[in-house]
Every structure is written in structure tokens, then in C-alpha cells.
């Protein structure tokens, strides 16, 4: 399983990104997708989730700023940031909860795209 990464680059504080992450290879299902930031010093942190069904979990840092999306189809996984700050200048990485077979399930990260906000 691979999980693809994309559309991190600089932004200008107040501004908007979007993330993009696919999933690729052999699986029998995905459960719940994310997103993860880390930045040096600081603890990684959640910052949205979606259910298979569309459910979604957001961080308080990025509630009402930032919107996850998915389109199953495409076992793809959007993050729409909006109003971006300057504390939101990290390393994003995209998580997926893969069901290998259905008695068999690991969380899998790709690799982090760089999200960098100037001010």
C-alpha cells in the first residue's frame, strides 16, 4: 500500500492550499483517512480525519478553517486549508486505517509534503 502525497508548497498567511493524498496497491478496504503535521519541537499532531462514510474530525486549531474531503472512488483524500496561519507551517502526512483482508487492518503514512506560510 502507498500512500501518495501532494500540493504542499508556501502560501501566503491568509490564504488557501489544497492537500491531495491517493492511496494505491492492494487492499481490501480503507477505513478512516487523515492527516497528521509535525513540526521540530513539537508533538505530531491529528489535525483532521474522515470516516469511510464521510464523517469527519477536525483539530480545534483548524476547526472552521480547514475541510477534509474524500472521494472513495479514488481512495483519495483532500485537505482544503483555508485562512492558513503562520502556526499551520508544517510537514503534512496523509494516514489511512487499511484493511489488508477483512480480519487484518494497519495504519499506513505517506510520505509528508511541506507546508510553508509566509507572513
Known amino acids: 500500500v502507498q500512500l501518495q502525497a501532494s500540493g504542499g508548497g508556501l502560501v501566503q498567511a491568509g490564504g488557501s492550499l489544497r492537500l491531495s493524498c491517493a492511496a494505491s496497491?492492494?487492499?481490501?478496504?480503507?477505513?478512516?483517512m487523515g492527516w497528521y503535521r509535525q513540526t521540530p519541537g513539537k508533538q505530531r499532531e491529528l489535525v483532521a480525519e474522515i470516516t469511510a462514510g464521510g464523517e469527519t474530525d477536525y483539530a480545534d486549531s483548524v476547526k472552521g478553517r480547514f475541510t477534509i474531503s474524500r472521494d472513495n472512488a479514488k481512495n483519495t483524500i483532500y485537505l482544503r486549508m483555508n485562512n492558513v496561519k503562520p502556526e499551520d507551517a508544517a510537514v503534512y502526512y496523509c494516514k489511512a486505517d487499511v484493511m489488508e483482508s477483512p480480519w487484518e487492518e494497519h495504519e499506513y503514512r505517506g510520505q509528508g509534503t511541506q507546508v510553508t506560510v509566509s507572513s
Open positions: 496497491g492492494g487492499f481490501f478496504g480503507i477505513r478512516d
